[in-house]
C-alpha cells in the first residue's frame, strides 16, 4: 500500500516518469539478496537508474564511491593477545552481568545467536580503538557501528559481504568453548551482476577463485578485516557451546553521506535519485 506521501508525490508528471522507470530497476533487486546487502542493492538499482534518467551523471556518481575501496595491498591483519587478559575478563564480567531484556532475537533463526547493538561499554572501547584500527587500514576511519554477538550450539555465519558502513571490521573474541575458524576471500570489486543473473550464495563458500583463507581466534584474539570487499562466513558450529564476539564496525572519515543511500541525492546533487529511493523504502527494499 502507498504512503500518503507517495501518493501525492506520483501526481507530479515528472516523479511518476521516473517512478515507472525506478519500478522497472527494482523489480531486478532479488538477485541481491543475501546477508547485508541492502547497500549494494541500493548501489545496484541507482546505478541502473541512473544510465536511463541522468547518464550524463553516472560515472561521476560512480568515481563518488571510489573511497569506499580499500588500499592497495591491504589483507586481513591477526592481532594476537590484543587487550590483556585483565581487560578480555572485564568485558566478558560485562557480558555476564547483561540483563536478558538487552539481548535481541531477531538472528537467532538466522544465525544462532543473540545480539547487542552500540552498548555504551563497548561504544566507548570502539572510539578507542579507532586510532589502532586506522593505522592498520593505512587510512582515518570513523565509528560505524557495534555489536556484541552471542553465538549458541546453533551458530551459523553464511557467506556474505558488509555494507560500507561496516568496511572494515574488527572482530574480537571474548570467549568460546572451542575453535570456530572465519574464512575471507582475496579482496573483489563489488558483485556486478546482471539483469537475468542471480548470485548462487551457496556457492561462494566452494569457488575457488575466491581464494578462501581461515583465520582461528582464540580469547583475546582479533582479525581486523575489509568486509565490504571480502566475502566472509562460518561453516555452522562444530560442537556445542557458545562463542561470544565483538564486532566493531569502521568507515573512512568524511564518508558518512557516501554509506546512507538517503544522503546520496543531496551529496550528489541528483534530486533525480528520489524517486527511487522512495520506491526502494516503500517496497521493504531498504532494509535487511
Not at 571490521?169 to 574464512?183: K, V
Not at 570489486?189 to 582461528?216: M, N, Y
Amino acid at each position: 500500500m502507498q504512503t500518503a506521501n507517495l501518493s501525492e508525490k506520483l501526481k507530479d508528471p515528472a516523479y511518476l516518469d521516473r517512478h515507472l522507470v525506478a519500478a522497472t530497476i527494482v523489480r531486478q533487486l532479488s538477485a541481491l539478496d543475501w546477508y547485508d546487502s541492502l547497500f549494494l542493492r541500493h548501489w545496484v538499482a541507482a546505478r541502473r537508474y541512473l544510465a536511463i534518467v541522468r547518464p550524463d551523471r553516472l560515472a561521476q556518481f560512480e568515481d563518488g564511491f571510489l573511497a569506499l575501496k580499500p588500499a592497495a595491498g591491504f589483507e586481513p591483519i591477526i592481532l594476537r593477545d590484543m587487550l590483556g587478559e585483565a581487560r578480555r575478563s572485564e568485558l566478558a564480567q560485562i557480558v555476564s552481568a547483561m540483563p536478558p531484556s538487552l539481548l535481541e532475537t531477531h538472528e537467532l533463526s538466522s544465525f544462532g545467536r543473540y545480539v547487542v547493538h552500540d552498548h555504551p561499554p563497548f561504544s566507548a572501547l570502539q572510539q578507542e580503538l579507532l586510532p589502532l584500527v586506522s593505522d592498520h587500514a593505512g587510512m582515518a576511519l570513523e565509528a560505524g557501528y557495534n555489536f556484541l554477538s552471542l553465538y549458541g550450539a546453533e551458530g551459523r555465519c553464511p557467506p556474505h559481504m558488509d555494507q560500507p558502513i561496516s568496511m572494515f571490521t574488527l572482530d574480537y573474541c571474548i570467549d568460546q568453548d572451542g575453535e570456530w575458524p572465519i574464512h575471507f576471500s582475496q579482496m573483489v570489486e563489488w558483485p556486478e551482476l546482471g539483469k537475468d543473473q542471480a548470485l548462487a550464495i551457496h556457492e561462494i563458500a566452494s569457488d575457488e577463485r575466491l581464494q578462501f583463507q581461515s583465520v582461528t581466534l582464540q580469547p583475546d584474539d582479533a582479525v581486523f578485516f575489509c568486509g565490504s570487499s571480502q566475502w566472509h562466513y562460518r561453516d555452522p558450529k562444530p560442537a556445542s557451546g557458545h562463542c561470544h564476539l565483538l564486532f566493531f564496525h569502521y568507515f573512512p572519515e568524511g564518508c558518512a553521506d557516501l554509506v546512507t543511500p538517503s544522503s546520496w541525492p543531496r551529496h550528489f546533487d541528483l534530486p533525480e535519485l528520489e524517486p527511487l529511493l522512495d520506491l526502494l523504502a516503500e517496497t521493504g527494499a531498504a532494509s535487511d
